[in-house]
């Protein structure tokens, strides 16, 4: 999942390489912690946070599929 989130971040940014995706545990439920550049934060929430929505959508459809429970956080 984590490569997943990573490879969609990248084509958000500007700056590809500073894109991370860090996996923890909450839980039951796995947390997909993205971090990019600090410019390009707003390019990953989008306006009113309706990029942020569409990757937490993806990311929910996914885990779903796969039969797991999973959140993501974007990280400052």
């Given amino acids: 999942m ?3 989130v ?3 971040a990248r084509y958000l ?3 590809p390489g500073r894109v991370s995706v860090r ?3 909450a ?3 796995r947390v997909a912690e993205l ?3 600090r410019a390009d934060r707003g390019r ?5 946070g309706r990029t942020a929505a569409a990757l937490r959508t993806l990311v929910d459809a996914v ?4 039969g797991e429970r999973w959140t993501l956080e974007i990280r400052d």
């Fill in 6 to 8: 990573a490879l969609f």
């Fill in 27 to 29: 839980g039951e439920a």
């Fill in 2 to 4: 984590t490569e997943l």
């Fill in 23 to 25: 996996e923890r545990a």
């Fill in 63 to 66: 885990a779903a599929r796969r």
């Fill in 35 to 37: 971090s990019v550049a």
């Fill in 44 to 48: 990953v929430i989008g306006r009113g």
């Fill in 13 to 15: 940014v500007d700056e």
